[in-house]
Each structure stands twice: as C-alpha cells, then as structure tokens.
C-alpha cells in the first residue's frame, strides 16, 4: 500500500460486464488479506487515453485491458514489453510510481502455464502443433509455443490472409494449412489448440475433421464457455490429453496481480471454482 491509499486495479474494456476477471482478483484478495480492490471500467474507445491520464491519479496501480482496447492501449504505453510489442496487443498495464506506463502480455504465458499444468507430460520438442484459428488469441498462443521450442506449428483459419500474416510475423516454423485441409494440420500432431471462437455457447460448432485425434495427443481449447467443448469431449473419447481454457484466465492474471499488490497468488481448485460461481 502506498502511504494510506489502498490500491486500486480494473479491468478496462467495453462491454466489460461479463468479465470473470473482478471475481478472480477479488477472490485473491479478499483470499490473501490484502487491501486493494479490482473492479470493471467500461471504457470508450474515444476515452481511453483521458482514462490512462486520469487512473494513475485516483489511486489505480495498474489494470487489465479486454475488448476492444488490447490493441489501441500500446499507444498509451511508455514502456511495451518484448513479447506485448510482437503481440501487436496488451493485456496487463502498471502505472509505475515514475509516472510511466508499462504495458505487457500474459496471455501466451498464461496459455502456457495452463498447458504445462494440465498435462505435464507434454514434451514441446516431441512434434508439431496444430493451431486452429489466427486471431488475437492465436498470435499469444504462436508466440508461446514458439518459444517453448515447439519444432513446427500448422496454423489454419478460415481467412487465410490473417494466417499469412502470422507466417509472415512469426517466421519459417509456421506451415500454413488451408481452412479446408485443417484436418491435415491435426494429422500427426502432438498438440492440437482451438483458438477460434467456434464451440462457445451461442457461436457455430467447431466443423472441421477431427478423425486423425488419437491417443497420442495433447487437446486444449481457448474456449471456456462452455468449459468442457465438444471438441474436448471428442477428445477426450478418443484418449487424448485434455486441457480446458479456464485455467489460462487464471494463469494470465497470475503477474498483473504479483505487479499491483506485491503477492503472487495461486491458481488451485479454489480459484477456478471462485471464477466459474454462478
Ligand atoms: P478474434 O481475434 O476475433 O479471432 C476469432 C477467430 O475465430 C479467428 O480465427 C476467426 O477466423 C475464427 N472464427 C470466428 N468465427 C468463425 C467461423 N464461423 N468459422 C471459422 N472460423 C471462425 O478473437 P480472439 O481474441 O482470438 O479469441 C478467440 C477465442 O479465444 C474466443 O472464444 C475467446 O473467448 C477465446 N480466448 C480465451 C482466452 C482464455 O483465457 N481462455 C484468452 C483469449 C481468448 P477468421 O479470421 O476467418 O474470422
């Protein structure tokens, strides 16, 4: 705590309602004895930058940013991170005590913890990965699994422009698969990640072929709502390795949290049952 004043932290987006963000931070908190408070700020696009002026000033130590401001905030930073400048997007910010903002991404790292704790079996040398999908979710998860050693990653989305500029950002361990040979990229690989919104409650179902999932493989899917997917489902009934998207939430809130109220907290059943509460 700086002097008297309790610090403060949010979640920056719009809308910004359906964040299960204040609920997990809330929980360490109040979990942890520790002063502080995390709350949702709906925030316009056109005020986002007298947000970033006025926050520092009311007592907020940092926030996270979700849609639609991942991009735009990088404007407003004074110092991006290496992996949030390759990302081309932030999620967690610090408003430091010298007046500077620092923006970073913890949304690979989150994926990554996730991964490495729902299957810690899983080698990333061992082969390739196949990921579906080449949006925001897509480059944080390239990002990781790139750095991770993954020898190969397949990536195929339905626009296969977006897929291109991820090859072309990423460079030549990104084989591009056409959207209607996915079921190719799946064949032989040794992790397959759903990081299109296809699955979650009210979006189309995810309709690609899926025969080529055996027992070998490591399954995970971005989408939490609902938690367990038909494609984990699938997997799942084939003898794969399944890990759900929930726990990469938590994993990503993991050093906003250490870097606003001095603690790192922990990702246990607790705080999974915190953030899933009806
Ligand atoms: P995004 O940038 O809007 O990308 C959406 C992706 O889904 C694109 O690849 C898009 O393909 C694909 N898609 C959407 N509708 C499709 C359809 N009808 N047919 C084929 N492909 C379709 O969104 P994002 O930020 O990457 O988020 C993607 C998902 O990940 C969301 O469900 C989000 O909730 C989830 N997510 C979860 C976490 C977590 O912590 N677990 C973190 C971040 C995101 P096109 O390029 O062809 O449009």
Known sequence: MKGNRIPLAGVIGAPVAHSRSPRL??????????????IPLEVASADLETAFATLPKLGFVGAN??????????????????????????????????????????????????LRSGAPGWDPAVGPAAVIGAGGAARAVIWA???????????????????????????????????VQ??????????????????????????IPLDAID??????????????????????????TVVDGLGMLLHQAVPGFERWFGFRPVVDA???AAVLAP
């Open 25 to 38: 931070h809330g929980y360490w908190l109040a979990k942890n004895g520790i002063a502080g408070h995390y």
């Open 65 to 114: 940013v979700t849609i639609p401001h991942k991009e735009a905030v990088l404007n407003f930073a004074d110092v991006v991170s290496d992996r949030a400048a390759i990302m081309g997007a932030a999620n967690t910010i610090v408003f430091q005590s010298n007046g500077k903002v620092h923006a970073d991404n913890t949304d690979g790292y989150g994926f990554m913890e996730n």
């Open 145 to 179: 699994l790139l750095d991770a050693g993954v020898p190969q990653i397949r990536l195929t989305n339905r626009t296969r422009a977006r897929s291109d500029a991820l090859r072309d950002a990423f460079g030549a361990r990104i084989e591009v698969i056409e959207w």
């Open 182 to 207: 996915a079921g190719n990229a799946i064949d032989g690989a040794a992790l397959v990640v759903n990081t299109t919104s296809l699955g979650m409650t009210g979006a189309p179902e995810l309709r």
């Open 215 to 240: 027992d070998s493989m490591v399954v995970t899917d971005l989408v939490y709502t609902p938690l367990d997917t038909p494609l984990l489902r699938l997997a799942r009934e084939r003898g794969a």
């Open 270 to 272: 607790e705080a999974r």
